[in-house]
C-alpha cells in the first residue's frame, strides 16, 4: 500500500493541525495504520495507533490532545493535534501494517514557542 501524508505546517504553541494519510487502498486491508514522529537527533516514536477495529492507543506525551481517526470511504487516517507545544515539533511519518511494514513520506510540523 502506499501511503501520501500531507497537512504538516508553521503553527504557535498552543495552536491545531490535522494531518491526513491517503492510502492507496482499502485501510480495512490492513491490521493498523499508525502515526509516527521522528525530531532532530532523535529516534522515531510511536505517537497514536488505530487497528483494523478501530482500537486506539497514544503516547502518554499525546493523550488528551491528539486523536487519531480515520475515513474508511476515503481511505484516510487522520491526526488532530491541539494545543500543540515546541516539544512537538517533528516530522511526522504514517504507518500501515500488515505481512509487512508500510511508510509514507513526512510532513513536518513546527511549533513556535
Known amino acids: 500500500v502506499q501511503l501520501q501524508a500531507s497537512g504538516g505546517g508553521l503553527v504557535e504553541a498552543g495552536g491545531s493541525l490535522r494531518l491526513s494519510c491517503a492510502a492507496s487502498?482499502?485501510?480495512?486491508?490492513?491490521?493498523?495504520m499508525a502515526w509516527y514522529r521522528q525530531s532532530p537527533g532523535k529516534q522515531r516514536e510511536l505517537v497514536a495507533q488505530?487497528?483494523?477495529?478501530?482500537?486506539?492507543n497514544y503516547a502518554d506525551s499525546v493523550k488528551g490532545r491528539f486523536t487519531i481517526s480515520r475515513d474508511i470511504a476515503k481511505n484516510t487516517m487522520y491526526l488532530q493535534m491541539i494545543s500543540l507545544k515546541p516539544e512537538d515539533t517533528a516530522v511526522y511519518y504514517c504507518?500501515?501494517?500488515?505481512?509487512?511494514?508500510?511508510w509514507g513520506q513526512g510532513t513536518l510540523v513546527t511549533v513556535s514557542s
Open positions: 488505530i487497528g483494523r477495529l478501530g482500537v486506539t
Open positions: 487502498r482499502n485501510i480495512l486491508s490492513v491490521n493498523y
Open positions: 504507518k500501515a501494517g500488515d505481512f509487512k511494514d508500510y
